[in-house]
């Protein structure tokens, strides 16, 4: 009985992982026309040299070495590897390069942006305080541009933004899209 209760939440777990995994996949590749996602598969089938559908470091090495770079510093290939945060497979390589194209920043140097805003660290923003900014302070946005923001924004009864929800919508999707 235990086992099999086991066996269960198991599968469970694992079909949320699946289903979570197809989501932000799902999200990645609705940022491209096919035929950008076709030119960035051919990219990734040139870069990943030993076709086992994962880019490592030998496979940068090669292909530096096949564009007349052939000492590359250990330090650069790693830190290009850290950038996938795990294994880089096709879906990862898309991700990376969607961040690159589309001006996302990473979620912790968004979260970290979002901080300066909340010295007290209840992770909440009020949302006419920061509507205020947004409108009047450095690259300023249009009030239709803030408008369609706060369509997206989980707020608070208060009149709080929930900023680390709003990262990861950011960086990740809204889920109500799907």
């Known amino acids: 009985m235990v086992l099999q209760a086991s066996r269960k939440a198991s599968t469970r777990g694992k079909a949320a992982a699946s289903k979570q995994a197809q989501r932000a996949s799902s999200n990645v590749f609705s940022m491209f026309e096919q035929a950008q996602i076709q030119e960035f598969k051919e990219a990734f089938s040139c870069i990943d040299q030993n076709r086992d ?3 490592c470091k030998s496979d940068l090495r090669e292909t530096y070495c096949q564009l007349g770079k052939v000492s ?45 805003f909340d010295p007290s660290g209840t992770g909440v923003v009020n949302k006419d305080e920061f509507k205020q900014l947004l409108l009047t302070q450095a690259d300023k946005f249009s009030l239709a541009e803030v408008e369609q923001m706060f369509a997206l924004t989980p707020v608070d009864l208060a009149g709080n933004i929930d900023y680390k929800s709003l990262c990861y919508i950011i960086t990740h999707g809204d889920e109500k899209e799907e």
């Open 53 to 55: 559908g994962i880019i």
């Open 72 to 116: 590359v510093p250990e330090e650069e290939l790693d830190a290009m590897l850290q950038e996938g945060k795990g294994p880089i497979n096709f879906t990862v390589f898309l991700t990376l390069f969607g961040e690159k194209l589309n001006g996302t920043d990473p979620e912790d140097a968004i979260l970290s942006a979002f901080r300066m």
